[in-house]
C-alpha cells in the first residue's frame, strides 16, 4: 500500500493540517474565543468553575470594551464578557504570560464594569453579581506559601478578624494552569477534566473516552483544525505564532532576569568585601598611627627629639 496515499493515513494524519496537530490551543486568542464563543460550552465551563446556587441556566455576550466617563479613562477591554439570565455580569480572562500587578489589573477590570451599572438620577446602588474568572498560564505572588496543586482561589471581600465574608457579589477566581499536573486517568470530577482539556487539547489526536459526553464531544469538534475554512486557519496560525513569540520573550526576559539578579548579588557581594578590606585597612591605619604615637613618646622620653 502506498504510504503516501489517503488511504495509507490514519485519521489524525489527515487532519494534521500544515502541521499544527489535530486540536487548536485553547491558550490562544482564536482558540480561546472560538471555543468559549459557544454558549453550551462557555455554560458548562461557568457552571462548573463558579458553582452557583441554582446554576446558570442561560447568558449572553455582550460588548467585551468598556470606556470610561470621559475620553483620558482607560477603556477596559475584556477577553469575553457575558451576563446571564439571572442579570449576573461574568468577565473571563485568558493570560498566558506573567504581568507585573496582574491583581490590580483585575481588580481595574471588575471595578470598570461596576462603575458601568449606575445609572442616572435616583438609584438605589442595588449593583448585580460580578465574577471575574481569570485563566492564567503562571503563578500568582501570594503572601505566604500554598500547596503546590491548588490551581484554583476564589477570592472575596472579608471580614480580616472573623474570615466573614463581607461582600458576596464580586468574586474574583484564578485559574493556574501550571499547578494543575494530573494525567488523563487521574482526573476526576469536569473541573479536572476541563483543566486538563486546557492544558493538553493541541497534544490530542483524537477525543478520550474518558472526555466524552455531549458537551465535550461538541467542544472537540468545534477544536478540529480539519473543519476550519482557510481564513480560519491562517487567523489561527497568526494566533499561535503570537502565543509562541510572547512565550518567548517571556523566557528571554526571565533570563535576563536572573543575570541581573546574579550580577547585583556579585556586585553586593564585591562592595560587601570591599567594604571588609576597608575597615581592616582603617584599623591598621588606626594601629600603626597608635604605635608612632607611643614610640613619639618614647623618643621624647629618651631625650632623642
Same mark, same amino acid.
Given at each position: 500500500m502506498d504510504k503516501n496515499s489517503d488511504t495509507g493515513k490514519s485519521k489524525a494524519q489527515k487532519e494534521n493540517v500544515k502541521g499544527l496537530g489535530v486540536f487548536i490551543n485553547l491558550l490562544t486568542d482564536f482558540g480561546f474565543k472560538r471555543i468559549f464563543g459557544i454558549k453550551e460550552v462557555m455554560l458548562h465551563f461557568l457552571n462548573t468553575v463558579l458553582d452557583i446556587e441554582g446554576g446558570i441556566t442561560d447568558l449572553s455576550y455582550d460588548n467585551p470594551e468598556k470606556v470610561g466617563d470621559t475620553e483620558d479613562d482607560r477603556k477596559a477591554v475584556y477577553d469575553l464578557y457575558c451576563?446571564?439570565?439571572?442579570?449576573?455580569?461574568?468577565?473571563?480572562?485568558?493570560?498566558? =504570560? %506573567?504581568?507585573?500587578?496582574?491583581? !490590580? /489589573?483585575?481588580?481595574?477590570?471588575?471595578s470598570r464594569l461596576i462603575q458601568q451599572q449606575s445609572v442616572k438620577g435616583e438609584w438605589d446602588f442595588m449593583l448585580p453579581p460580578v465574577y471575574s474568572i481569570n485563566i492564567i498560564r503562571f503563578n500568582l505572588d501570594r503572601e505566604i506559601e500554598t500547596p503546590?496543586?491548588?490551581? =484554583? %482561589?476564589?477570592?472575596?471581600?472579608? !471580614? /480580616?478578624?472573623?474570615?466573614?465574608?463581607?461582600?458576596?457579589?464580586?468574586?474574583?477566581?484564578?485559574?493556574?494552569?501550571?499547578?494543575?499536573?494530573?494525567?488523563?486517568?487521574?482526573?476526576?470530577?469536569?473541573f479536572e477534566q476541563w483543566m486538563f482539556i486546557l492544558n493538553n487539547l493541541p497534544k490530542l489526536d483524537s477525543v478520550p473516552d474518558k472526555l466524552r459526553n455531549e458537551i465535550f464531544e461538541k467542544l472537540f469538534e468545534e477544536a478540529r483544525i480539519a473543519r476550519m475554512n482557510k481564513k480560519e486557519i491562517d487567523i489561527y496560525y497568526k494566533s499561535l505564532k503570537t502565543l509562541s513569540d510572547m512565550n518567548m520573550i517571556e523566557i528571554e526576559f526571565k533570563k535576563k532576569n536572573k543575570a541581573i539578579a546574579e550580577m547585583k548579588s556579585a556586585l553586593t557581594e564585591h562592595r560587601n568585601a570591599l567594604a571588609e578590606q576597608r575597615n581592616v585597612l582603617a584599623m591598621k591605619d588606626n594601629a600603626i598611627a597608635a604605635m608612632e604615637k607611643e614610640n613619639a613618646e618614647l623618643r621624647r622620653r629618651l631625650g632623642l627629639n
Open positions: 451576563t446571564t439570565g439571572k442579570g449576573e455580569h461574568i468577565i473571563v480572562e485568558m493570560q498566558t =504570560v %506573567s504581568q507585573d500587578c496582574y491583581k !490590580d /489589573r483585575a481588580l481595574f477590570y471588575a503546590p496543586d491548588k490551581y =484554583v %482561589s476564589y477570592i472575596q471581600l472579608t !471580614d /480580616r478578624d472573623t474570615g466573614e465574608v463581607f461582600y458576596k457579589k464580586l468574586i474574583f477566581v484564578y485559574i493556574e494552569l501550571l499547578r494543575f499536573t494530573k494525567e488523563l486517568h487521574e482526573v476526576k470530577d469536569f
